[in-house]
């Protein structure tokens, strides 16, 4: 048997190599035990409490399941959970119907709430940056860098709701501009491709290279009727703008 000065490294794979073995004195882990590592904490905080709350958030959100008769579907177990709720409610449970309906009614409150809010938001916004855009234009100034533009903000009248209908950064605004370069130089092939496709519908090759073609042409509708809109607004504005008197005169 080779001693172990002199074993040779496939000696025995119980026994590591000399050079491998722990030296007499020296500890095989010089670093120590690793710590253990720490739960991290959420943004609920690191109690009980805290982490039931953060695990039925998890537990809301994870989809589910749900058979209704033959057909089969997923959905969040939040949904599935209300929807049971207003199945039971609508068998006849006065006491889940209650609690719906006062989930329901604070739903609406909050989202009426939130709706004010941002009405009321819309028309400062508005106030606030359309003077400077007119400012600008009657200057002969480039627009501003706001965004967005005042007149995108589209308030309905009828229901108070705010749409934005243009780019909300500059950044945003930068890639429409280069869509619409793109766009335009695209027109042209738009149109001979609709041509073509009326001679050979079924030209897969065709229907492919039409279907990007049209969308470019769609965005180039759609930035036409946001300009006309512009426009518009533009042109109301001097209209409703109150004329300076020609009678007016100081005296001094």
């Not at 938001?121 to 009657?138: P, R």
């Not at 042209?188 to 030209?203: D, T």
Request: proline share 6%.
């Amino acid at each position: 048997m080779p001693s172990k000065d002199t074993r040779t490294k496939s000696s025995n794979y119980r026994k590591p190599p000399v050079e491998h073995q722990f030296k007499k004195g020296r500890s095989g882990n010089p670093n120590g035990r690793p710590k253990k590592k720490q739960p991290a904490l959420g943004a609920l905080g690191g109690g009980v409490a805290g982490r039931l709350a953060a695990m039925a958030l998890d537990e809301a959100t994870r989809p589910v399941t749900v058979r209704e008769g033959e057909k089969t579907s997923e959905m969040p177990a939040m949904q599935a959970l209300l929807r049971t709720m207003f199945r039971a409610a609508a068998h006849g449970d006065a006491k889940v119907a209650g609690r719906l309906m006062d989930l329901i009614a604070r739903a609406e409150s909050q989202r009426a709430a939130n709706a004010v809010e941002l009405l009321q938001f819309a028309a400062s916004y508005k106030e606030k940056y359309g003077s400077i855009f007119e400012e600008h234009e009657s200057e002969g100034l480039d627009p501003p860098d706001i965004y967005p533009h005042p007149d995108d903000l589209v308030i309905n009248e009828v229901t108070g709701e705010v749409t934005i209908e243009g780019p909300t950064t500059k950044d945003q605004a930068g890639a429409r501009k280069a869509v619409r370069e793109k766009a335009l130089q695209l027109l042209p092939r738009y149109f001979e491709v609709e041509a073509a496709l009326k001679k050979e519908p079924k030209n897969q090759a065709l229907v492919r290279e039409f279907k990007i073609l049209k969308a470019y042409h769609d965005f180039l509708t759609s930035d036409a009727e946001r300009n006309f809109r512009h426009e518009a607004l533009r042109i109301s504005r001097r209209t409703l703008q109150k004329p300076e008197s020609k009678d007016d005169t100081s005296v001094e």
